[in-house]
Each structure stands twice: as structure tokens, then as C-alpha cells.
């Protein structure tokens, strides 16, 4: 299947403005192909303002993230591959979404049903639930 990354980045932009708050990409400046203002990047990384109306012509694709943008009155192109962006998040809450770097390990997968008949017999009882972290 495709990354869902692109999906949400563009429905948790929209989500944090019909909230009417400011949505914040953070991108890591330090992957290759990204195309950012360097004096404005602090330890690897540059947040950016992707409102509207601090943007031009915003996209977001399922290979990238590319608008253009001001910075202390310079036009600047911004460029960055979608496995660079870190996160998005609303600038007035901080509520958004982080995503997992590539270098992360994954989390396990859930075993898989089979169908095959099991060993033990189904218990019996009020179901329980425990706590998964």
C-alpha cells in the first residue's frame, strides 16, 4: 500500500484550520533533497507556517511537500521530501501529529488468524480487557 503520511499531513492541515489555528510542518533539514532556509534551522530541523495566507500554491503529494514561502521578506521555494517531514501540528495547542522516523523500529505486527483450528480450547467467562503499551 501507499504511505499514509501524505493522507494525513493533508487531512491534519485542513483539520487544524477549520479549527482556525495555524498549522506548523516540521521538517528535518538534514535529509537529502530538502530545499529550506538554512540560516532558519535549528539543531537539524526548520518548523514551518503552512497557512494560507503565509503560503503560495501549497502542495503536498505522495512524494513531497512544496510551497512558496517569505522569510524576513525573501521568497524562498521549499522543498521536501515526504519522509522528511516530521510532524504537523497546530501552532496555538501543539495538538497535530508526529510521525515515525525511518531509523525507529517498528512495532510488531499482530499475529495473523490463520484459521487453522487452535491447540486450546476457547475459554469461557465475561471477557477482560489488559493493557497494551
Request: glycine share 6%; with cysteine.
Amino acid at each position: 500500500m501507499n504511505s499514509s503520511v501524505p493522507y494525513l499531513i493533508r487531512a491534519i492541515n485542513e483539520w487544524i484550520l477549520d479549527n482556525d489555528c495555524t498549522p506548523y510542518l516540521i521538517i528535518d533539514a538534514t535529509m537529502d533533497d530538502v530545499s529550506v532556509p538554512m540560516e532558519y534551522v535549528k539543531d537539524g530541523q526548520i518548523v514551518l507556517n503552512v497557512a494560507p495566507r503565509a503560503v503560495r500554491d501549497l502542495v503536498i503529494s505522495a512524494e513531497y511537500v512544496m510551497f512558496s514561502g517569505r522569510f524576513a521578506g525573501v521568497a524562498h521555494e521549499i522543498y521536501a521530501p515526504i519522509s522528511a517531514v516530521m510532524g504537523i501540528i497546530a501552532k496555538e495547542n501543539g495538538e497535530g501529529m508526529w510521525f515515525p522516523r525511518d531509523d525507529e523500529p517498528e512495532p510488531p505486527l499482530p499475529p495473523m488468524d490463520d484459521g487453522s483450528p487452535s491447540d486450546s480450547p476457547p475459554k469461557k467467562g465475561p471477557p477482560s480487557l489488559k493493557v497494551v503499551k
